[in-house]
């Protein structure tokens, strides 16, 4: 054993890189290179998740033993609660003490006891453009330049910030990309060599000036999420690639799919003599008309190629009829699904157009007889092994609707692989079936990673839109959709340019998987120390805006791990969770947050949701588990800038809130004088120490809104009358 402690630098990419090759330490062992230590560990999760009381935890995934250590990359990523999150945690805190020294001038940052800082509200949209954002898509993701701010301006390097409604794992990349120097200075502020960091403000005189407020490098980061398929994104957005190896091995999958279904995606060219290579297929829904019952396509019916547009009304091809969309009737068709022995209805559906390719020059035809012979000869094979079988939901089969997404007549799916056309089928199971089969994990998952984005492109769930100029993942967000009209893509037009840009994503920015670790289950009972956090980002699940369990499932079909739906705080109706349901869940995820925060620490919580009512139960919730907001703001889209909300029923779209753990015994001589006037005293002036004294604009000093007697009553009354009935101890095991 060998328990030494790495230095903590500024900068991220120096700080204990994994070497594959090369002896590897973690944790205070040291192991002959990263494929031992990872076999060490997956046998110490291995005999934990033998033990029944560990399988116990809240929002413990729902996965065989194998699927989870599979997906795992212990003890930094398991697809299960973390059993080496407090070990970190005492790792990240001892060498705090090597926290390189700099000289801030006047401003010295302080440590743990003169932690001071205000309340901070930044644009939580700014860096959507940016290509690490766009690596890999998620419902309401959060970019990690514009939650850098926040890190920088809350915490120090080498501090530990914490998400746990972490989605893809963008604060661990901001907490990462805090140690990147050029990162930093794209964000507008100057970075000395000594590494402080300076921010341009307005003195007095109404002269810029550049003052320091942070220091250059990496952050730590727990992160968390209930969904497997969203920690699995997480780990693979904040841990490195080797991108050499990952280009070869992505390009040798691709190749060998096309010896295996190359045929599939070929056409014959107008000429009748020269192949094409197709990139899309258009299909389309058949409908029968309503005055001779006869079939038609609608594509064909209702397309004015020339103009790019569909047509409101067109004929029937048998009567004459004029018709619209909304007079036709989907026609359904039964088909013997040999995987399940039975048969089961599906819309009908017809090939329309084929778009392919002659030496790099775009063409596009009317499928003909080849055409449909190929797509009859592909139906008759049988599903590739590496499809997932599994019932939308693990529903039983007597229960039609699956969940809040399904729709009859478009979400009306049984199962997974029922979403996939049968070349598509074919295609996607060659490819995930190849990835799956590596050895290596860090390339299997990279290579996962990369082929689970274009899962949903690859199914009836892409929509074919006339004027789209690439007809890649044109899914819509949010719902299972499906769509009348279908672009059906080959991988190749599917994964290329996806290929590419993970190459350049994964060349620029290095992760280094000792700044984090991943953990899956309910936040309200992740198995972390209490009182380890400095600084908590999160951006929870608002209402019911987004099934999450119901969107993922899909993708964690295909990873073999699924989310456990009881603690998924959410408003659902399949799941019998309403507001008040919702608000516990909240309340116990905002508990789990206030247990694991230090005192005197922030948490910020972005809100974008237009609902007062949800809005309500996550202030209600958080104030309940302890915190006391200091502020919220609304982003002023024109202006760029942020506005206190002194209104507090009033909702915006991109609302933050700032919110902190009271510090210094306030929680004991609260719960002694809470009903006396010095305990109200008490409060007023614990809780200012936290607001801004003054606030300037330009050279002119500004109204402090969150120090208006009236605002701090609406954030302290909730307080008092919460407290003076249940006083909310700290301690977690109280609970
Ligand atoms: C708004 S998303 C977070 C997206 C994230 N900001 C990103 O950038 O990708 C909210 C997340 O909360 C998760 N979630 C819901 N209930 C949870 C719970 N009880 N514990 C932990 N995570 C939960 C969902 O799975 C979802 O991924």
Not at 357 to 380: H, M, T, Y
Not at 475 to 486: A, D, E, K, N, R
Not at 645 to 673: C, H, M, W
Request: charge should be negative; charged fraction near 25%.
């Amino acid at each position: 054993m060998n328990s030494e402690h790495p230095q903590l630098t500024l900068d991220h990419h120096s700080d204990t890189e994994a070497k594959v090759n090369g002896p590897v330490t973690c944790l205070g062992l040291t192991f002959e290179n990263d494929a031992v230590r990872r076999a060490h560990f997956t046998e110490e999760l291995r005999s934990r998740l033998q033990d029944p009381e560990f399988r116990k935890i809240e929002g413990f995934p729902i996965g065989s033993d194998e699927d989870i250590l599979n997906l795992s990359d212990p003890p930094y990523y398991t697809a299960c609660p973390n059993p080496w999150i407090a070990d970190f945690i005492d790792e990240w805190e001892a060498q705090k003490k090597n926290r390189p020294s700099t000289s801030l001038g006047e401003r010295t940052l302080s440590e743990v006891e003169g932690y001071h800082r205000e309340p901070f509200a930044a644009d939580v949209s700014e860096g959507k453009n940016d290509p690490i954002y766009n690596a890999h898509s998620y419902h309401t993701k959060v970019p990690h330049k514009a939650i850098m701010r926040y890190i920088l301006h809350y915490t120090e390097p080498g501090d530990i910030v914490f998400d746990g409604f972490c989605g893809t794992g963008m604060t661990g990349v901001a907490a990462q990309m805090c140690g990147d120097r050029e990162v930093v200075m794209s964000l507008g502020y100057q970075v000395k060599p000594d590494g402080i960091i300076l921010q341009e403000e307005t003195d007095e005189d109404g002269k810029k000036v550049w003052r320091p407020f942070s220091k250059l490098g990496a952050r730590r980061a727990v992160l968390n999420d209930l969904s497997p398929a969203a920690t699995f994104i997480a780990y693979n957005y904040n841990t490195p690639v080797d991108v050499a190896a990952f280009e070869k091995e992505a390009k040798r999958i691709l190749k060998e799919v096309e010896e295996e279904c190359g045929w599939m995606y070929e056409t014959l060219h107008t000429d009748g003599k020269t192949k094409g290579k197709i990139n899309y297929t258009v299909w389309s829904e058949i409908f029968s008309c309503p005055n001779c019952a006869s079939e038609l396509s609608f594509l064909d019916e209702a397309l004015d190629a020339q103009n790019k547009q569909v047509l409101e009304s067109f004929s029937c091809p048998s009567c004459g009829t004029v018709l619209s969309k909304k007079s036709l009737e989907k026609v359904e068709q039964m088909v013997f699904d040999k995987k399940l022995n039975t048969t089961f209805t599906i819309n009908k559906r017809k090939p329309s157009i084929i778009v392919y390719e002659i030496q790099g020059k775009k063409f596009e035809k009317v499928p003909d007889a080849n055409d449909l012979n190929i797509v009859e000869k592909i139906s008759s094979l049988d599903i590739p092994e590496s499809l997932p079988l599994d019932r939308m939901m693990h529903a039983s089969m007597d229960m039609e609707k699956w969940g809040d997404k399904w729709r009859a007549g478009s979400a009306s799916f049984t199962h997974v692989y029922h979403i996939f056309l049968p070349r598509a089928a074919q295609a996607l199971g060659s490819l995930w079936g190849k990835a799956s089969a590596i050895d290596d994990y860090e390339l299997r998952n990279a290579l996962l990673y990369w082929l689970d984005q274009s899962i949903w492109g690859f199914s009836i769930l892409n929509r074919y839109r006339l004027r789209a100029y690439s007809h890649v993942n044109q899914y819509l967000t949010g719902v299972y959709y499906v769509p009348s009209q279908t672009a059906e893509p080959t991988p190749w037009y599917n994964l290329e340019g996806k290929l590419k840009r993970l190459i350049k994503v994964f060349s620029h920015f290095s992760a280094n998987k000792n700044l984090i670790a991943v953990n899956t289950n309910s936040i309200s009972n992740i198995p972390m120390p209490n009182e380890c956090i400095d600084y908590i980002f999160t951006d929870p699940p608002f209402g019911d805006n987004l099934a999450y369990s119901e969107l993922n499932f899909i993708v964690e079909a295909f990873l073999k791990v699924f989310t456990e739906q009881k603690s998924e705080a959410v408003i659902s109706k399949s799941q019998r969770k309403e507001l008040l349901q919702y608000y516990n869940l909240m309340k116990d995820c905002f508990y789990g947050y206030y247990d694991a925060l230090k005192p005197g620490r922030w948490i910020t919580v972005e809100f974008s949701n237009t609902k007062a009512s949800v809005w309500n139960s996550i202030q209600t919730a958080l104030t309940e588990a302890g915190f006391i907001v200091a502020n919220v703001s609304a982003l002023d889209k024109k202006q760029g800038s942020f506005n206190a909300v002194t209104n507090t029923t009033s909702v915006k779209q991109d609302l933050v809130i700032s919110a902190y753990k009271p510090n210094g015994g306030f929680e004991e001589r609260f719960q002694k004088e809470a009903q006396t006037e010095e305990g109200v005293w008490d409060f007023v002036h614990t809780h200012l120490k936290y607001l801004p004294v003054t606030k300037q604009q330009g050279a002119l000093l500004q109204f402090v809104p969150e120090r208006d007697p009236r605002i701090c009553s609406t954030r302290w009354w909730p307080i008092m009358s919460v407290r003076v009935t249940s006083f909310r101890s700290p301690a977690r095991n109280s609970r």
